[in-house]
Nanobody, 114 residues
Framework: QVQLVESGGGLVQAGGSLRLSCRAS?????MGWYRQAPGRQRELVAT???????RYADSVKGRSTISRDLAKNTVYLQMNSLKAEDTGVYYC???????????WGQGTQVTVPS
């Protein structure tokens, strides 16, 4: 059973930065982050493959960086210039072998007051 442990959420002022971390219980092919704002569907934030290929939502491109430490089975999301629209629950995502077998963390709240 895949386990994902998230950390790093909280209350951040607009224009500020935060870093989210997620550690997996084993090696994953793809890891990343999705978020869900109140009343909205869960949406992609960013993902990264084991080979380092990254994918970002347009809304965070240019002010976010996703990275991973393969030795620690950990993915990081650095977000800068935070906006109120970034508020939501951020979920760590992992796919062990790249076949759509998705696993999710419990979620961590990020709040950026307007």
């Amino acid at each position: 059973q895949v386990q994902l442990v998230e950390s790093g959420g909280g209350l951040v002022q607009a224009g500020g930065s935060l870093r989210l971390s997620c550690r997996a219980s084993g090696m994953m092919y793809v890891m990343g982050w999705y978020r869900q704002a109140p009343g909205r569907q869960r949406e992609l934030v960013a993902t990264i493959t084991r080979g380092g290929y990254t994918r970002y939502a347009d809304s965070v491109k240019g002010r976010s960086t996703i990275s991973r430490d393969l030795a620690k089975n950990t993915v990081y999301l650095q977000m800068n210039s935070l906006k109120a629209e970034d508020t939501g629950v951020y979920y760590c995502y992992a796919d062990p072998i790249g076949n759509g077998s998705d696993y999710w963390g419990q979620g961590t709240q990020v709040t950026v007051p307007s």
